[in-house]
Protein backbone atom coordinates (compact mmCIF):
# COMPACT_ATOMS: atom_id res chain seq x y z
CA UNK A 1 0.00 0.00 0.00
CA UNK A 2 3.09 2.50 1.03
CA UNK A 3 4.61 1.93 -2.11
CA UNK A 4 1.45 2.48 -4.52
CA UNK A 5 0.95 5.83 -2.83
CA UNK A 6 4.14 7.05 -3.06
CA UNK A 7 4.45 6.41 -6.57
CA UNK A 8 0.98 7.71 -7.43
CA UNK A 9 2.04 10.89 -5.48
CA UNK A 10 5.89 10.96 -7.06
CA UNK A 11 4.30 10.69 -10.19
CA UNK A 12 1.81 13.43 -9.74
CA UNK A 13 4.57 15.75 -8.43
CA UNK A 14 3.40 16.22 -4.97
CA UNK A 15 5.74 18.84 -3.08
CA UNK A 16 4.47 17.25 0.28
CA UNK A 17 2.76 14.28 0.99
CA UNK A 18 1.70 11.99 4.20
CA UNK A 19 1.99 7.88 4.63
CA UNK A 20 1.09 7.02 8.09
CA UNK A 21 1.41 3.37 8.42
CA UNK A 22 -0.67 1.92 11.73
CA UNK A 23 1.78 0.02 13.82
CA UNK A 24 1.11 -1.87 16.95
CA UNK A 25 2.60 -2.28 20.83
CA UNK A 26 3.10 -5.19 19.69
CA UNK A 27 5.96 -4.58 17.87
CA UNK A 28 7.92 -3.16 20.78
CA UNK A 29 6.40 -5.52 23.85
CA UNK A 30 5.22 -8.90 21.79
CA UNK A 31 1.61 -10.22 23.14
CA UNK A 32 1.05 -13.71 24.24
CA UNK A 33 -0.17 -16.16 21.41
CA UNK A 34 0.30 -13.64 18.84
CA UNK A 35 3.88 -14.15 17.35
CA UNK A 36 2.54 -13.78 13.23
CA UNK A 37 0.88 -10.55 14.21
CA UNK A 38 3.39 -9.14 16.39
CA UNK A 39 6.52 -10.34 13.63
CA UNK A 40 4.13 -8.72 10.70
CA UNK A 41 4.29 -5.04 13.14
CA UNK A 42 7.35 -5.32 13.87
CA UNK A 43 8.25 -5.77 10.00
CA UNK A 44 5.89 -2.86 9.32
CA UNK A 45 7.94 -0.59 12.23
CA UNK A 46 11.56 -1.53 9.70
CA UNK A 47 9.84 -1.07 6.51
CA UNK A 48 8.66 2.60 7.53
CA UNK A 49 11.82 3.84 9.04
CA UNK A 50 13.37 2.58 5.73
CA UNK A 51 10.79 3.63 3.28
CA UNK A 52 10.90 7.10 5.48
CA UNK A 53 14.74 7.47 4.09
CA UNK A 54 14.32 6.48 0.85
CA UNK A 55 11.56 8.92 0.17
CA UNK A 56 13.08 12.36 2.58
CA UNK A 57 13.95 14.04 -0.32
CA UNK A 58 11.14 13.79 -2.51
CA UNK A 59 8.88 15.41 0.51
CA UNK A 60 7.00 12.70 1.15
CA UNK A 61 7.03 12.42 4.97
CA UNK A 62 6.50 8.62 6.02
CA UNK A 63 5.59 7.75 9.69
CA UNK A 64 3.85 5.41 11.87
CA UNK A 65 1.39 5.45 14.89
CA UNK A 66 1.64 2.51 17.54
CA UNK A 67 -1.50 2.11 20.19
CA UNK A 68 -2.64 -0.75 22.10
CA UNK A 69 -6.10 -2.30 21.47
CA UNK A 70 -8.82 -1.23 20.31
CA UNK A 71 -12.67 -1.30 21.35
CA UNK A 72 -13.55 -3.15 18.37
CA UNK A 73 -16.15 -6.11 17.89
CA UNK A 74 -12.63 -7.89 15.92
CA UNK A 75 -11.09 -8.38 19.46
CA UNK A 76 -14.46 -9.88 21.01
CA UNK A 77 -13.90 -7.09 23.96
CA UNK A 78 -17.00 -5.19 25.53
CA UNK A 79 -16.22 -1.27 25.84
CA UNK A 80 -14.87 -0.80 28.99
CA UNK A 81 -13.42 -4.18 29.71
CA UNK A 82 -9.72 -4.52 29.34
CA UNK A 83 -6.82 -6.65 30.30
CA UNK A 84 -3.49 -7.11 30.71
CA UNK A 85 -3.25 -9.99 28.71
CA UNK A 86 -4.98 -8.38 26.08
CA UNK A 87 -3.01 -5.83 25.93
CA UNK A 88 0.67 -6.70 25.95
CA UNK A 89 1.53 -6.52 29.38
CA UNK A 90 0.74 -2.88 29.20
CA UNK A 91 -2.24 -1.08 31.67
CA UNK A 92 -5.35 -1.83 31.05
CA UNK A 93 -6.74 1.33 31.03
CA UNK A 94 -9.39 1.84 28.77
CA UNK A 95 -8.36 1.46 24.65
CA UNK A 96 -9.08 3.87 21.66
CA UNK A 97 -12.21 3.96 19.78
CA UNK A 98 -11.51 3.57 16.32
CA UNK A 99 -12.68 6.86 15.19
CA UNK A 100 -10.34 8.33 17.60
CA UNK A 101 -7.47 6.14 15.82
CA UNK A 102 -8.49 7.70 12.76
CA UNK A 103 -8.38 10.97 14.41
CA UNK A 104 -5.05 10.96 15.23
CA UNK A 105 -3.58 9.15 11.53
CA UNK A 106 -5.70 11.96 9.94
CA UNK A 107 -3.47 14.46 12.13
CA UNK A 108 0.04 12.83 11.39
CA UNK A 109 -1.26 12.79 7.54
CA UNK A 110 -1.81 16.58 8.15
CA UNK A 111 0.95 18.74 5.97
CA UNK A 112 1.36 21.23 9.45
CA UNK A 113 2.39 17.90 11.02
CA UNK A 114 6.45 17.61 11.31
CA UNK A 115 7.25 14.04 12.88
Not at 6 to 25: D, Y
Not at 49 to 64: M, P
Not at 73 to 88: D, I, K, T, V
Amino acid sequence: MSRAGIRQMLAAGVKEGAVVNVASIAAKSGMKGQAIYTASKTGLVGLTKNVALDVAESGIRVQRRASGIHHHAAFGLPQGRRGASHNGGHSARPGAQPREVAEVVASCADPKART
